[in-house]
């Protein structure tokens, strides 16, 4: 088990550019989360899936973005036509459903630069 | 709105000396409190959480402190060391501890040899 694994950690990217992230997350997690992070401010929610079904949507997720977690193990968040606003860090998280004591796993990220 | 706020936005103390990290929240539907611990260039790792129904939960050197009539919630770390110096989030959640989280902008901890 490596963990929830991001792909790429780095995107740069000319405004108006499509791009599209992957997130890997532990085998055995049926949730998966979408965050993102912009400089000093904490992870803020985005969308989460329970196996293949996505539950909920942030409204910061604009018709732009758009999440999927085919067969309920990889996911993936692209974003097209991206804007200057969009830089960020993206994070993906998994976790097991049900009440357990401990928090997510997340993965490292992946940062993301519109020039 | 900020439901969730961590007002130092640093906090710098001694090697051997107690850190304590505070975290105010505003929503009274949160019932499960997390903290994490990021480095940089890496994502948050959870570091320890509370249900509302508990006022207290202590993992070696963590401990928790919850006071819901307050709305307050802190993190000792005893004794703190220098590879504890990193950004640390306070996180709430309205449906326990696999739903949507709520961060605060995080305090940045520095352990000084």
């Known amino acids: 088990d490596t963990g929830v694994s991001q792909d790429p950690r780095h995107k740069i990217t000319k405004r108006g550019q499509n791009v599209t992230f992957r997130c890997d997350p532990i085998?055995?997690?049926?949730?998966l989360y979408w965050y993102r992070q912009t400089l000093g401010q904490g992870p803020e929610f985005l969308t989460y899936?329970?196996?293949?079904?996505?539950?909920?949507k942030s409204r910061l997720l604009s018709d732009r973005f758009s999440a999927e977690r085919p067969k309920g193990s990889f996911s993936t968040l692209e974003i097209q036509r991206t804007e200057q606003g969009d830089s960020a860090m993206y994070l993906c998280?998994?976790?097991?459903?049900?009440?357990?004591?401990?928090?997510?796993?997340f993965g490292s990220g992946t940062r993301l630069t519109v020039v | 709105d900020q439901q969730v706020k961590q007002n130092s936005p640093s906090l710098s103390v001694q090697e051997g000396r107690i850190s304590i990290l505070n975290c105010d929240y505003t929503?009274?539907?949160?019932?499960?409190f997390l903290w994490y611990k990021k480095y940089p260039a890496e994502g948050p790792t959870f570091l320890i959480s509370i249900s509302s129904i508990k006022d207290k939960n202590e993992d070696g050197r963590f401990t928790v402190f919850l006071n819901k009539s307050a709305k307050h919630l802190s993190l000792h770390i005893v004794p703190s060391q220098p590879g504890d110096s990193a950004v640390y989030f306070c996180?709430?959640?309205?449906?326990?501890?696999?739903?949507?989280?709520?961060f605060g902008k995080g305090t940045l901890l520095t352990v000084n040899p």
């Open positions: 899936f329970q196996n293949e079904a996505q539950l909920e």
């Open positions: 996180a709430a959640s309205g449906g326990g501890s696999n739903y949507k989280l709520t």
């Open positions: 929503n009274s539907m949160f019932d499960y």
């Open positions: 998280a998994s976790s097991l459903g049900g009440n357990s004591k401990g928090g997510y796993t």
């Open positions: 085998s055995e997690h049926n949730r």
